[in-house]
């Protein structure tokens, strides 16, 4: 059982919107920086949003990252087959002294 | 340009014990805490360890404490982790990964992974 909460799965058809929810606590998500990335099948996960909203050079403005209180939000606009992926949230969690992701969630562009 | 190439994993029998290393180049090693994140078959990812730029401080998810030690040679530009009393739930793919900086995460860089299977 992760410490952030995703759900398993979304989908959505190519060049629609999709959103993807991570659920967690005070002692992570409410006090710590987000960050989210993205794994494609079969390589190393790929850092995709840092510090909640924040772009590292060459991601795409398709993507994009929220935070409210304990919950954190993946945006992704204009969805290509490319983006199929798995994506993952994760944080520092204070009252663990370690970081923390959420269980991944598998996006499907029909 | 930053690469981190890990190395060290294998079969390795329950109970054994194993090293990893991972080299890393393109950057100034002692200036960034490094990870070890893994993935077991088919599921997500799983942080281990940590460990700050000098050294001095280090981390350990619970799965992890008591059997598995992180480590760095900034001489080297390498980490390490050492890991004892292996168990079939150890088995996964070990990515090393980089820091944006002082604070343990974000993760802006990862290697490729080095696969460890515990089996008899």
């Known amino acids: 059982q992760s410490v952030l909460t995703q759900p398993p799965s979304v989908s959505a058809a190519p060049g629609q919107k999709v959103t993807i929810s991570c659920s967690g606590s005070?002692?992570?998500?409410?006090?710590?920086?987000v960050s989210w990335y993205q794994q494609l099948p079969g390589t190393a996960p790929k850092l995709l949003i840092y510090?909640?909203?924040n772009r590292p050079s060459g991601i795409p403005d398709r993507f994009s990252g929220s935070k409210s209180g304990t919950s954190a939000t993946l945006g992704i606009t204009g969805l290509q087959t490319g983006d199929e992926a798995d994506y993952y949230c994760?944080?520092?969690?204070?009252?663990?002294?370690?970081?923390?992701f959420g269980g991944g969630t598998k996006l499907t562009v029909l | 340009e930053v690469q981190l190439l890990e190395s060290g994993g294998g079969l390795i029998q329950p109970g054994g014990s194993l090293r990893l290393s991972c080299a890393a180049s393109g950057f100034t090693f002692s200036s960034y805490a490094m990870s070890w994140v893994r993935q077991a078959p088919g599921k997500g990812l799983e942080w281990v360890s940590a460990?700050?730029?000098?050294?001095?401080?280090?981390y350990h998810a619970d799965s992890a404490k008591g059997r598995f030690t992180i480590s760095r040679d900034n001489t080297k530009n390498t980490l390490y982790l050492q890991m004892n009393s292996l168990t079939a739930e150890d088995t996964a793919v070990y990515y090393c990964?980089?820091?944006?900086?002082?604070?343990?995460?974000?993760?802006?860089?990862w290697g490729q992974g080095t696969l460890v299977t515990v089996s008899s």
């Open positions: 990964a980089r820091s944006s900086g002082v604070l343990i995460i974000p993760f802006n860089y």
């Open positions: 510090d909640n909203n």
């Open positions: 005070s002692s992570n998500i409410g006090n710590n920086y």
């Open positions: 460990i700050s730029g000098g050294g001095g401080s280090t």
């Open positions: 994760g944080t520092w969690d204070s009252s663990l002294s370690a970081v923390v």
